[in-house]
């Protein structure tokens, strides 16, 4: 059975730095693109990023590009995102995904991680 | 940046009932969108892709139909866990970006 279990988030001043994890198993973690995806209190759901298998491409979504990094570890099955200057508008519910296609360019979002809370706040 | 809206934003519906939700893109497509459910505290969960391939472990009563830039969603006998609220997507083709509709939460009329 595929399972993606998340850690990391918390509460987090406005302008600080916070890293999510996301440990994948029941699959060839290398083979497959993973994704970040973010849900704001009462809000829809926002794609925030997409890494290759291998690691080697990165695709971020206008909001974050250039505060956040997506990067993962094939030696432990865990994807990341190191998220660096924090704003009161990325307070959300933070899911890691895995793609069901071995290339990004395809594919849909299956499973999801439980989710983890992300608090921006002074 | 192609925009998908999703009506109703809420639909009123008994158990038993059917449930038809609609996904509109700003432009076309072609097949490249799913539908994921969302329970209240959970996850979303991948229940159609490709617009009408439904996802392992899905029941029959989901379904999904359309291409270009009008498509549906259709639940043929809602049961008590259907309620919940339900998104299209969209996946560009390259570079890849995802877009996601606003939800249409489907409650308990």
């Known amino acids: 059975e595929v399972q993606l279990l998340q850690s990391g988030g918390g509460f987090i001043q406005p302008g600080g730095s916070l890293r999510l994890s996301c440990t994948a198993s029941?699959?060839?973690?290398?083979?497959?693109?993973m994704n970040w995806v973010r849900q704001a209190p009462g809000k829809g759901l926002e794609w925030v990023a997409t890494?290759?298998?291998?690691?080697?491409?990165?695709f971020y979504a206008d909001s974050v590009k250039g505060r956040f990094t997506i990067s993962r570890d094939n030696s432990k099955s865990t994807l990341y995102v190191q998220m660096n200057s924090l704003r009161a508008e990325d307070t959300a519910v933070y899911y890691c995904?895995?793609?069901?296609?071995?290339?990004?360019?395809?594919?849909?979002?299956?499973?999801w991680g439980q989710g983890t809370l992300v608090t921006v706040s002074s | 940046e192609i925009v998908l809206t999703q009506s109703p934003a809420t639909l009123s519906l008994s158990p038993g009932e059917r449930a038809t939700l609609s996904c509109r893109a700003s432009?076309?497509?072609?097949?490249?969108l799913a539908w994921y459910q969302q329970k209240p505290g959970q996850a979303p969960r991948l229940l159609i892709y490709?617009?009408?391939s439904r996802a392992t472990g899905i029941p029959a009563r989901f379904s999904g139909i359309g291409s270009g830039t009008d498509f549906t969603l259709t639940i043929s006998s809602l049961e008590p866990e259907d309620f919940a609220v339900y998104y299209c997507?969209?996946?560009?083709?390259?570079?890849?970006?995802?877009?996601f509709g606003q939800g249409t939460k489907v409650e308990i009329k």
């Open positions: 995904a895995k793609l069901d296609s071995e290339w990004e360019g395809s594919g849909w979002f299956d499973p």
């Open positions: 029941g699959f060839t973690f290398s083979s497959y693109p």
């Open positions: 890494l290759s298998g291998s690691g080697g491409r990165t």
């Open positions: 432009q076309s497509v072609n097949k490249y």
């Open positions: 490709d617009a009408s």
């Open positions: 997507q969209h996946r560009s083709n390259w570079p890849p970006t995802w877009t």
